[in-house]
């Protein structure tokens, strides 16, 4: 009986917890469906009682194009992440160059760097090369804050691939490029769709690179779609939530469909046979 009790009483406490953190979420979602007259109603309705589309039809007019822009640029800095992270987690891992120790602490050392701080070296370099306010600078300049979580996740895993396997390919003639392609890659499959997930996410939720490199662009991401919506239609709540919500669902829907291989990739490498 006491175990039963102290079993249902972790389980209410973590619906409890659950709740808290899910509540905004769905307050999100409450106010993207309530009608503008009853923002300021008190007490407030916990349900959209008079239901709205309007905020969701605003999205779908002035939103469209913020949210193409965030799609290249996320998909662009996963694919220049994983150009640049996979190689170099494939040397440090299995080619074991000269000082790749010091560039292991270096990356790391990276990661602590604020992004604000690197927003600011970019904007003066982007300045005077004319690639200010343009998509692949953006592409760029979030690729730096992913490249250094990928460098390490990938060579955590590439570690841990035995040794007998890359032994085999050199065997049947393989060579280092050769071995990388065939054999290393798709062995590591969990740890690339893990590192490209978080790059992806990273990417399309950035605010400080977007809003020092790119503000006067011709080409912004939804983030400052959002920034700029609330500062020009403020009495929209609706509409705004309705934005946030629809620049969620990208990320959610990444996140069902890759849970198990995250969960793989983010424990490889941890326990060593």
Do not use: C
Request: glycine share 8%; hydrophobic share 50%.
């Amino acid at each position: 009986m006491t175990a039963t009790r102290r079993t249902w009483w972790r389980t209410g406490l973590g619906l409890v917890f659950t709740v808290l953190m899910l509540f905004p979420v769905y307050w999100m979602i409450n106010v993207s469906f309530t009608r503008d007259q009853d923002m300021r109603k008190s007490p407030p309705y916990w349900f959209p009682v008079h239901g709205t589309l309007e905020g969701y039809r605003a999205v779908l007019e002035q939103q469209g194009p913020y949210l193409a822009t965030s799609l290249v640029v996320g998909l662009g800095t996963v694919a220049l992440t994983l150009v640049i992270a996979a190689p170099a987690a494939y040397s440090l891992a299995k080619l074991r160059p000269r000082g790749g120790g010091v560039l292991s602490f270096v990356l790391l050392i990276a990661q602590m760097i604020p992004g604000v701080i690197m927003a600011m070296g970019f904007y003066a370099i982007y300045l005077s090369t004319g690639v200010l306010n343009t998509v692949p600078g953006l592409i760029v300049a979030d690729s730096t804050l992913a490249v250094p979580f990928a460098v390490l996740i990938l060579t955590a895993f590439m570690s841990g691939i035995p040794e007998e396997l890359m032994h085999a390919a050199r065997v049947d003639g393989a060579g280092a490029l050769r071995t990388f392609w065939s054999v290393v890659l798709p062995v590591s499959r969990n740890s690339v769709i893990t590192v490209s997930l978080f790059t992806f996410l990273w990417a399309w939720s950035d605010f400080v690179f977007a809003s020092t490199l790119d503000q006067g662009g011709g080409h912004q991401p939804i983030t400052l779609g959002i920034y700029h919506y609330i500062g020009n239609n403020n009495q929209q709540w609706n509409a705004i939530m309705a934005t946030a919500v629809v620049a969620s669902i990208p990320a959610t829907v990444l996140l069902v469909i890759a849970q198990r291989y995250v969960a793989a990739g983010v424990t490889a490498g941890a326990v060593k046979d």
